[in-house]
């Protein structure tokens, strides 16, 4: 799936998109906010979701985090690009 036909699906569910693309080895320290679904596109990141073990995601690679779970995440060494899909509602609080 090209990157606009993941956005147009995620548009379909009435939920708003914004294309991340992090730099190698950003770190996202662990946090809690309402539900957000992310698609990886090109590069990786480890995310861990609650304690459980860290996962790798890779490209068509998809991750819902759910309101309030906590997670954290480790960008890989070609960086990570991916669909950030949420409500309008997440997006404005998150100032994306």
Do not use: C
């Not at 320290?29 to 679904?37: A, I, L």
């Amino acid at each position: 799936m090209t990157r606009e036909e993941i956005e147009k699906k995620y548009q379909d569910k009435g939920l708003v998109t914004r294309y991340i693309i992090d730099k190698p080895g950003e770190v996202y320290e662990p946090h809690r906010h309402g539900e957000v679904w992310l698609y990886t596109l090109k590069g990786s990141a480890k995310i861990k979701l609650d304690d459980k073990q860290w996962i790798t995601v890779a490209p068509l690679q998809e991750v819902t985090i759910d309101t309030n779970q906590l997670h954290e995440a480790i960008v890989g060494n070609e960086g990570w690009e991916y669909v950030f899909a949420a409500s309008a509602e997440e997006i404005k609080r998150q100032q994306l």
